[in-house]
């Protein structure tokens, strides 16, 4: 079975400070992890994947298979960051399992 | 370029009835997957296709549920006897297909289905 949880449902930061979004994830295999993001009023989009170990809009995760996380960070949150975010693995075969949510609140 | 889209976008029916809800995925994606997110939760796989087929169903909460997607293109899910623990989002997504290496998912707006 695949899980995924994320333990803050609503976090809520001063604008320029830093932000991690916490994710854990169950998964017997290899997975691989996404973050997704929905903007107020837009569709789900993805953010980053494990795999592209990029940097997009100044967000990174790193795996780590050893405590088995997948932490979003940020080192200074703009007000335009504030949305839903949603860790997401997918296993072996194309099911995506989705964790429950954080809702990133940037105070200006 | 389109993205996807959803229709309805708002469904509202009694107890009882049947539904159908639409998708249209993004021209030339040959993988659809539906997904429900209820109130305070993220999204729950219910089923993905490759093509015409349904490469995995497991996420169907059971036999009330049905979905097709005849073409290989437009997919309606089908929901009988509606039940008031159905109401949430539906959402559809589509991409290029897991042969395409880096398999991005794009989402529609959703279908917002209550039932009374």
């Known amino acids: 079975a695949q899980r995924v949880t994320q333990p803050e449902k609503l976090l809520s930061v001063f604008k320029g400070a830093p932000v991690e979004l916490k994710c854990n994830y169950s998964y017997s295999g290899s997975p691989e992890l996404f973050w997704y993001v929905q903007y107020s009023r837009q569709r789900l989009q993805l953010l980053l994947r494990h795999i592209s170990r990029e940097s997009i809009k100044g967000f990174t995760a790193d795996l780590n298979k050893g405590e088995t996380s997948f932490h979003l960070k940020k080192p200074f949150a703009q007000e335009e960051d504030s949305a839903m975010y949603y860790c997401?693995?997918?296993?072996?075969?194309?099911?995506?399992?989705f964790g429950t949510g954080t809702k990133l609140q940037v105070i200006p | 370029g389109a993205g996807v889209s959803q229709t309805p976008s708002n469904k509202v029916t009694e107890k009882g009835k049947y539904v159908e809800l639409r998708c249209d995925p993004i021209?030339?994606?040959?993988?659809l997957y539906w997904y429900r997110q209820s109130l305070g939760q993220g999204p729950e796989f219910l089923i993905y296709f490759q093509g015409t087929g349904a490469a995995d169903d497991s996420g169907l909460p059971n036999d009330r549920f049905f979905a097709v997607r005849p073409e290989g293109s437009v997919s309606t899910l089908k929901i009988q006897r509606t039940e008031r623990g159905d109401s949430a989002v539906y959402l559809c997504a589509s991409s290029l297909g897991p042969q395409q290496g880096q398999d991005t998912q794009y989402f529609g707006p959703g279908t917002r289905l209550t039932v009374l």
């Open positions: 021209s030339g994606h040959t993988a």
């Open positions: 997401a693995l997918k296993g072996s075969y194309q099911k995506v399992t």
